[in-house]
């Protein structure tokens, strides 16, 4: 099995199910967690030096943090739903709890931060949904914690990919620390599939082909980006969900496309509306 795909396990007895720390990861920046949790529940952490963007991926939840209450959020039971999910910002140094009120599928996406912003609820009209690309590269984006939004690290997308349609397409990168022209980003996918029985295809890879991996990737399955282009694929018959989060140096997403598939964009189109369509 490769060494960039994490299969979900049977849950902990938090309910964790997968995790990638940049311990683990073999990177800096980048961590994340899944967990399935039963109603009644209770996930209780403290931040540390970490900022944390917990998203409601399906269910319901009470979230506090440091005695800041949100109550009751979460509007949809699958990820797979035409809505974009709550979430809620954490900063390092902060404790928090989430108790389930329903099933509750959670993401816990964490970077380094200083505590520099308060504890915030994203509702999901902050994230609001937009259509990418066009053809077979047809996809729904859900801006999560992007770039305009207040943080110190984070960048947090999902994206909804119909079965035969790719996304993270045309293929490109962010793996320099090369600013105005590219930034270095670690990236963690979690997919989802539906129905559960099938898979995608990702394809992570790099100029020289030192990195070059093609992975069947089955439901509630992390894959790791540590470099290169990184393009999805969701078979016929079995459509696509993934939560991207990033993390740098610098807050900020400048992406390279592969030469060798820019031709793929519109003709007319310039490099930024290029870029708007990559995930």
């Known amino acids: 099995m490769s060494d960039l795909l994490i299969k979900a396990g049977a849950p902990d007895k938090d309910g964790c199910i997968a995790a990638v720390s940049p311990e683990s990861a073999g990177w800096k920046y980048v961590g994340f967690e899944v967990y399935q949790m039963q109603a009644g529940a209770t996930l209780e952490r403290d931040s540390g030096g970490s900022e944390i963007c917990l998203v409601l991926l399906a269910g319901k939840a009470d979230v506090v943090v440091d005695g ?49 912003y308060p504890a915030r609820l994203i509702t999901p009209s902050d994230a609001a949904i937009e259509d990418r690309g066009y053809g077979s590269m047809t996809r729904k984006v859900v801006n999560i914690l992007p770039e305009h939004s207040v943080a110190e690290s984070l960048l947090v997308v999902e994206v909804r990919t119909g079965g035969g349609n790719w996304s993270s397409y045309p293929p490109h990168k962010h793996d320099q620390d090369n600013l105005p022209a590219e930034s270095y980003l670690e990236e963690t996918y979690y997919h989802r599939v539906n129905p559960a029985k099938g898979f995608v295809v990702q394809r992570v890879y790099n100029d020289d082909r030192s990195l070059d991996e093609t992975i069947a990737v089955p439901d509630k399955s992390i894959v790791l980006v540590p470099e290169g282009y990184h393009p999805v694929s969701a078979p016929p018959g079995y459509d696509s969900y993934y939560l991207n989060v990033m993390a740098g140096p610098v807050r900020t997403w400048v992406f390279h496309n592969d030469p060798d598939h820019e031709w793929l964009f519109k003709p007319g189109q310039s490099g930024s509306a290029a870029a708007s369509t990559a995930e």
């Open 68 to 116: 800041e209450r949100f109550a009751d959020i979460g509007g949809r039971m699958s990820v797979f739903e035409d809505k974009a999910p709550y979430a809620v910002y954490v900063p390092a140094g902060a404790h928090y709890e989430v108790s389930a009120l329903t099933e509750l599928e959670l993401g816990v996406c964490l970077a380094p931060g200083s505590g520099k």
